[in-house]
């Protein structure tokens, strides 16, 4: 952040502006791929999943990829907020809001799409009164439930602060003006308030990250204590954090052109910014590189009878194309590119951010389809239907209208809320004057 | 006008024959059934009569379900009706000779089943027989110098009385859960002269907790006698401890027994991650209430 930026200036800056055209057309598009969806949902719901074309091999199909996609990119709020706060990376102020939205929106629409997935969804309570803590899956609704709360926590606290600053500026009496009172009419900002709210975001930044790291984790247990070629593997929680924490970063590289572009915040999130979360992402996708290796090579190497289905249909058969596309796009382009200084310019860095998310998107595809096509005993007598997977209009609908959920709450999120923390900010500006004096 | 008046008489005319047709094939369209009756009899009990029904379509033979058939017992009157059997989706159904006519079956050596179909909407009345002669086999497992053998003789019975029976074509089976295990190496035997036949049995294989397998002799869908089989337990089988593990506590067990260690360690975690999550909203509070106290900065 520049000098010569002073606080008045970066209140006006930073506050929540109106829609513009873009952006009313932006919502507009959102809201539209949500209704889609919903009206996808309200077909699977009077006709049964029979809508879907899971059939019973391809039991877990577009859902369940959508949903591990959803729990892998909210971990970006532990990674940037926690992990960096706990580090003393200076730089993260601009990032921290942005990632911790994403992740609450993530993990929100995670917990929804695993509803989605059931075929009697008024039976979801069902989980929580006959729930055995034998099932793998009842970890997750805990963990999930615990991770949702600690993210609002972990938005909400560090918003206090900016809270009086947007009932200052809002107009008086209006809708806004009455969601900031209800949220923070009681921060005074004294001594001891900032200490109690200080004290609550160091407790949260250290224990989010057990949590994240257990979210993801036991999404993976869910693949990896299931006897399957593909995730009967003991590296599944290691290799599905390390890319959670990969298309995370990846989203935020995303989240911070757009908003840089769409709220003119060039003075506050810098290309030095885009520089230092483009070497994150060169860390990270050499870490899931890695892990890739070890998840395919390996195996490959000894090519087990069991296994050789589902290894040929990634390496060479049917899922060849987007197996290979998805490594090339979520890993290999953006290591070779973002390691030039040129490749870690805002607009570059962009579209490798988008490259890393789409291409994790579809590798968390890969993880879940081809296994469930690749039974150990093989299909036999089945009708035709059962052998392959492609998702109905229906699946596609309600996928997308889940991805433009979390879209449109990231959305309306920065339509009433700073971006980036106003107050934290103009206490960095003072406290960077303050060294220079 | 008058070639107009021609016209509509011709098409009433076409459209009265048109009605006589489809109503015509209307009665032809009843399609023909196959019926098959046949014998069978566990342990000298009384038999059981097994109906199956079959119809041709695209010249194949199809199971037909849901047709009633009614059987009789001697003959197809009131006092010889046995019951009525509905088919099921194979085109089968079964009925046990009914307790009132067990005086007449102990008393003749053969006898007659008829299954008729009738007043169907779907199909021709049929009516088909079976006529049985009475027979039983005598089943007995010996013991000797650790030798098992298992003998079975085949009688039939004439004039009030139990013959025994020669080339009658015989299995010695163990009876398992879904099929029968052949016993012996041969896999079917012939009675001799006294209508006997006999083998050793050198199967190891696993029984109750007692080490009990039943032990039986057989005769397949015979033309004459139709199906018999006689059982015998003998304690010839590998004792299996019950698996109870299922009541213990165990990861594949109902929640109520969790392992302790599953219940213990999960819910130390839980109570401790949300103890916090508890104290940072009892935190918002405290801030609430300084901010309710403190006038602003």
């Known amino acids: ?437 | 006008m008058r070639l107009i008046n021609y016209s509509t008489g011709l098409i009433a005319i076409a459209l009265c024959l048109l009605a006589f047709l489809v109503q015509a094939q209307d009665k032809a369209e009843k399609s023909t059934i196959k019926i098959d009756l046949a014998y069978y009899q566990l342990n000298n009990n009384l038999p059981v009569v097994k109906v199956s029904a079959k119809t041709k379509k695209e010249k194949r033979f199809m199971p037909v379900e849901g047709v009633e058939i009614n059987l009789f017992f001697g003959s197809e009157s009131s006092s010889g009706f046995m019951g009525r059997v509905e088919t099921n989706s194979h085109g089968v159904g079964s009925l046990s000779l009914p307790v009132r006519f067990k005086n007449q079956f102990d008393s003749s050596s053969s006898f007659k089943f008829i299954g008729t179909l009738t007043q169907n909407n779907s199909f021709d009345d049929k009516s088909t027989e079976l006529e049985v002669s009475k027979a039983k086999i005598e089943l007995t497992l010996d013991e000797a110098d650790s030798v098992r053998k298992i003998h079975a003789k085949v009688l039939t019975y004439q004039l009030g009385d139990w013959v025994p029976q020669p080339e009658i074509e015989i299995k010695l089976v163990v009876r398992r859960l879904l099929s029968d295990l052949q016993a012996t190496e041969e896999e079917t035997f012939t009675t001799d002269k006294n209508g006997e036949a006999s083998a050793d049995f050198s199967l190891n294989i696993p029984g109750d907790a007692q080490g009990n397998i039943i032990v039986a002799a057989k005769i397949d869908d015979n033309e004459t006698y139709g199906s018999l089989v006689s059982t015998k337990t003998a304690k010839w089988g590998t004792p299996v401890a019950p698996d109870n593990s299922f009541a213990k506590r165990t990861l594949w067990a109902t929640r109520d027994k969790t392992p302790l260690w599953l219940l213990i360690f999960p819910n130390l975690i839980i109570i401790s991650v949300w103890g916090i999550i508890f104290y940072l909203i009892s935190l918002i509070s405290r801030i609430i209430k300084l901010g309710k106290t403190n006038e602003p900065v």
């Not at chain 1, 919903?38 to 809508?51: A, D, H, I, N, P």
């Not at chain 1, 996609?69 to 990032?95: D, H, K, M, N």
């Not at chain 1, 989203?251 to 769409?262: C, E, I, K, Q, S």
């Not at chain 1, 081809?370 to 089945?382: A, G, I, K, N, Q």
């Open chain 1, 1 to 437: 952040m520049s000098a010569h930026v002073n606080s008045s200036r970066i209140t006006t800056d930073l506050l929540p502006q109106k829609f513009g055209t873009a952006g009313r057309i932006w919502t507009g598009l959102l809201l539209g791929l949500c209704l889609l969806g919903l009206y996808g949902y309200y077909r699977q719901v009077t006709l049964g999943l029979v809508v879907t074309n899971m059939r019973d091999y391809a039991s877990w199909g577009i859902y369940i990829s959508n949903f591990v996609f959803f729990v892998a990119i909210s971990l970006v709020g532990s990674l940037i907020t926690a992990i960096f706060r706990l580090a003393q990376v200076e730089w993260r102020t601009p990032l921290t809001r942005i990632s911790e939205i994403i992740a609450v929106s993530a993990i929100l629409f995670a917990s929804i799409i695993i509803v989605v997935d059931m075929g009697r969804p008024e039976r979801f309570t069902h989980l929580f009164l006959y729930s055995r803590l034998q099932s793998p899956i009842m970890w997750d609704v805990i963990v999930i439930t615990t991770y949702l709360t600690i993210s609002l926590l972990f938005l909400y606290f560090p918003l206090l602060p900016d809270l009086p600053i947007l009932i200052k500026n809002s107009k008086e009496g209006s809708f806004q003006q009455k969601i900031y009172k209800f949220l923070g009419s009681f921060w005074k900002g004294t001594a001891a308030q900032f200490r109690i709210n200080e004290n609550a975001v160091r407790i949260i930044s250290v224990m989010i990250i057990p949590v994240a790291l257990g979210v993801h984790t036991i999404t993976s247990w869910l693949f990896a204590t299931t006897y399957r070629p593909g995730w009967d593997s003991t590296n599944f929680g290691a290799y599905f954090v390390a890319g959670a924490f990969l298309v995370g970063a990846g989203a935020v590289l995303v989240a911070m052109y757009v908003f840089r572009r769409a709220y003119k915040l060039e003075t506050y999130i810098t290309e030095k910014h885009f520089d230092n979360m483009s070497k994150i992402v060169v860390l990270l996708a050499l870490v899931y590189l890695y892990f890739n290796i070890n998840e395919y090579l390996v195996p490959a190497y000894k090519m087990k009878t069991s296994e050789e289905h589902h290894l040929r249909s990634l390496f060479t058969g049917h899922f060849a194309r987007l197996f290979w596309t998805a490594i090339i796009t979520s890993m290999i382009v953006p290591i070779v590119v973002l390691l030039f200084p040129k490749g870690r310019k805002p607009f570059p860095a962009f579209l490798i951010g988008i490259l890393v998310v789409v291409g994790s998107w579809f590798k968390r595809y890969l993880i879940v389809t081809p296994t469930m096509l690749s039974p150990f005993l093989p299909m036999y007598d089945v009708p035709d239907s059962y052998k392959f997977y492609f998702p109905s209009w229906e699946e596609w609908a309600i996928s997308t209208g889940s991805l433009a959920g979390v879209l449109l709450i990231i959305t309306i999120f920065t339509r009433l809320f700073p971006i980036i923390p106003i107050h934290e900010t103009i206490e960095e500006m003072e406290k960077n004057k303050f060294e220079k004096v």
